[in-house]
C-alpha cells in the first residue's frame, strides 16, 4: 500500500500565498464600483459621485491588472490572454450578456406597464425566446463545423442586433404578439448560436492546464457583462417616460451588441482545433 499523506501537511501546502488573495479583492472591488458607477451614471450623466465611482473602479482594475503581473500564483496567467481566440471570445461573451439582459427585462416592463398584460398572460409570450436560444445553441456546433467561429459569432450577434432593432418598433398601444415574438426568435437563436461561438473561441487553443481557468474566465465575463448591462442602461430606462425609456434602452442594448460586431470580426476565423463545447454548456450563459 502506498503510504497516505499526513492531513496536517496537505493542509499546508494550500497557504495564503498559494491564493491570490490580493488580486480576489481588487477584481471583485473594482466590479462592484463599476456597477454601482455606471448605475448612477445612468441615472444622471451629470452626478458627480457616479464619475468619482466610476474612477475609484478604473483605480481598482488597474492595481489588479499590475498585480496580475507581479504575483507568482496570479488569477488569470499572463499569457492566456494573448492566446488566440480568447480574448474576443471573452468581449463577445460580455456584450451577449450585458445587450440582451436589459433588452429582455425592458421588454417585461413593457409588457406589464404599457401593455398591461396580466403576468398568466404575459409569461406566455417568454418562452419563445428561451426555446430559440436552446435552438440556437443546438445549431451551433454544426455551423461551427461547416462556417468557423467568426462567422458564427458575427451572424449570431447580427441576430442579436437585429431582434432589438424590431423591439424599437414596438407601439405604445395594442399587443403587438407577432412582433414580439419574432424579435424573441431572432434575438434568441442569435444568442444561442454565439454562445456557443464565443466559447469555442475562448477555450479552443488553451492549453489543457489551463482549460479550466479558461472556462471560468469565459463564465465570470458573461456574468460581469450582465451586470453592467442593467446597471448602465436600466436607470436609463426607469429615467424617462414609458416608451421614451424603453427605446433608450433598447437603443444601448443594440449599440453594446454593435460592440460585440466588432469584437467577433476582431476573433479567430478558423474551425475549432478541438470539439465544440456541450451547447447545454453554452446556453447556460445565455440567461436573461
Do not use: K
Not at 502506498?2 to 497557504?15: F, I, M, Q, V, Y
Not at 464619475?51 to 499590475?66: M, P, S
Not at 460586431?261 to 440567461?287: D, L, Y
Amino acid at each position: 500500500m502506498l503510504p497516505l499523506r499526513p492531513e496536517g501537511r496537505r493542509r499546508a501546502s494550500l497557504t495564503a500565498a498559494s491564493l491570490d488573495l490580493a488580486g480576489g479583492a481588487s477584481v471583485t472591488a473594482g466590479c462592484a464600483l463599476a456597477c454601482l458607477g455606471l448605475a448612477r451614471l445612468g441615472e444622471h450623466p451629470a452626478r458627480v459621485d457616479g464619475w468619482v465611482l466610476t474612477a475609484l473602479a478604473g483605480l481598482a482594475l488597474a492595481l489588479f491588472v499590475r498585480h496580475e503581473r507581479r504575483t507568482a500564483n496570479p488569477l488569470v496567467p499572463g499569457g492566456l490572454l494573448r492566446t488566440p481566440g480568447v480574448l474576443g471570445g471573452n468581449l463577445t461573451a460580455a456584450t451577449l450578456t450585458a445587450s440582451t439582459t436589459p433588452a429582455m427585462l425592458t421588454v417585461i416592463l413593457y409588457v406589464q406597464q404599457t401593455v398591461q398584460l396580466s403576468p398568466a398572460r404575459g409569461s406566455l409570450l417568454f418562452p419563445a425566446f428561451n426555446l430559440a436560444v436552446i435552438a440556437g445553441s443546438l445549431a451551433g456546433p454544426r455551423l461551427i463545423a461547416r462556417t468557423g467561429v467568426r462567422t458564427l459569432l458575427l451572424g449570431g450577434l447580427t441576430g442579436v442586433v437585429g431582434g432589438i432593432a424590431l423591439l424599437l418598433t414596438l407601439p405604445g398601444q395594442g399587443v403587438p404578439v407577432l412582433r414580439l415574438l419574432t424579435a424573441f426568435a431572432v434575438m434568441g437563436a442569435g444568442l444561442g448560436g454565439a454562445s456557443v461561438a464565443s466559447t469555442t473561441a475562448g477555450t479552443a487553443e488553451v492549453r489543457s492546464a489551463e482549460r479550466g481557468v479558461g472556462a471560468g474566465l469565459l463564465n465570470s465575463t458573461a456574468q460581469l457583462g450582465q451586470a453592467l448591462g442593467l446597471a448602465a442602461i436600466t436607470p436609463v430606462v426607469a429615467s424617462a417616460a414609458p416608451m421614451t425609456g424603453y427605446r433608450l434602452g433598447f437603443v444601448l442594448a443594440a449599440v453594446v451588441a454593435v460592440v460585440g460586431v466588432v469584437a467577433a470580426a476582431m476573433t479567430v476565423s478558423g474551425r475549432p482545433a478541438s470539439p465544440t463545447p456541450e451547447p447545454e454548456a453554452a446556453a447556460s450563459r445565455s440567461r436573461y
